[in-house]
């Protein structure tokens, strides 16, 4: 019998009717939705470290990663690759960068399961990222094209 894991601490545990993700996934809480199939969601960061930062989440309800068995693993990332495509295409960015965060210690907000998608361009190459406040239309204008670039993938 192996050890349990140790808990990873977040103080950000909720119990799931109140997880803000959860109600993403449901359509209680709006969001800029760029991608959606049986099993995930994908929709922008509202607080982006760069326009079109996404985040792709598992609909099922868990807080890290250590809650997801190896095919759920497998394809919340095998969806933030596609929408990775769709992302970089939508923003002309050059790179992007995937980002998996479990635990307080390691800057989880939100303690639902989520993949950071980030753009990156070139002229961007080394520079700090700060948190970005877009406008509602630079919102939805990314979001759209990202939907539709996604979707040609498909
Ligand atoms: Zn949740």
């Given at each position: ?60 309800h868990g807080e890290t ?15 933030a690759s596609k929408v ?71």
């Amino acid at each position: 019998m192996k050890a349990p894991p140790k808990r990873i601490y977040n103080s950000a545990s909720v119990p799931q009717e109140d997880c803000v993700f959860c109600k993403i996934v449901s359509g209680a809480l709006p969001s800029y939705k760029v991608y959606e199939d049986d099993g995930h969601v994908a929709f922008l960061d509202i607080n982006p470290f760069s326009l079109g930062h996404t985040l792709v989440c598992p609909k099922r309800h868990g807080e890290t990663l250590w809650d997801m068995d190896d095919r759920e693993i497998e394809e919340v990332f095998k969806v933030a690759s596609k929408v990775s495509k769709g992302v970089v295409a939508a923003t002309h960015a050059d790179g992007f960068r995937i980002m998996q965060n479990n635990g307080e210690a390691a800057n989880q907000a939100v303690a639902h399961i989520h993949v950071h998608v980030i753009p990156n361009k070139l002229e961007d190459k080394g520079r700090f990222m700060n948190r970005l406040k877009p406008s509602k239309g630079e919102m939805e204008s990314v979001a759209s094209t990202s939907k539709s670039e996604i979707a040609k993938l498909e």
